[in-house]
């Protein structure tokens, strides 16, 4: 179970097994609670104006239907009310996690959401017996990058010339996934 617990003064206190952060200076309004559940096709139409945001090469629509639909993807959303603020896919493939995309709403970057994303994700792979997370990421997203290598992703390996838009290549990124009885 993974929840977001507001404390007062836009603080909030993400809960999960790996993640416990306070986030500050969210909007003053702001005093609801934030939830992680599963994403479903009826969120695409608040998902594709983050994506849209994010990323100079989209996914389409198309491509997030086509996602959802395969039963080997783990997609999962964070919202507070009805407003989606993050969302991330993965694809499972044998004992191997592929993290194809995740992204969060410009305005509530830098107070956690994306370690609260990639964390549930990764503890529920674990639990499901996958044992490897990997990723593409642009070399240039040294904030990506760092939120990977703050949750155990370390670089090994390139594929040169990998994303368009602008041309940039692709640094690989994995990190083991051990369950806490799995030993050293
Ligand atoms: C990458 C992204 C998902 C991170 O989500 P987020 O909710 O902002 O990340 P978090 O708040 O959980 O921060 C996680 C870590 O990322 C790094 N980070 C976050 N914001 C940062 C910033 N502005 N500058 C430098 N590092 C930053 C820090 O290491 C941070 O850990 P810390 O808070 O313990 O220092 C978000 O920036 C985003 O949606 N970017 C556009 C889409 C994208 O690039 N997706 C990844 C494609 S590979």
Known sequence: MS????IGKNRYIFRCACVNKVAQELDPSSTAEMFLSDLQVGDLKQVLPIERKSFT???SAGGFRLALR???V???KISKNDQLLGYLIAFRQSRELLIAN???HEDYRGIGLGSWLLTECMERAREEGITYAVLDVRESNKVAQSLYRKLG???FGRRAGYYHNP???ALVMGVGLKRRNDGP
């Open 167 to 169: 041309r940039e290549d």
């Open 153 to 155: 992703f370390r670089v």
């Open 70 to 72: 395969n039963p080997d």
């Open 3 to 6: 929840v977001c617990i507001y």
């Open 74 to 76: 783990m997609a999962l």
């Open 102 to 104: 995740i992204a969060v």
């Open 57 to 59: 090469t989209p996914w």
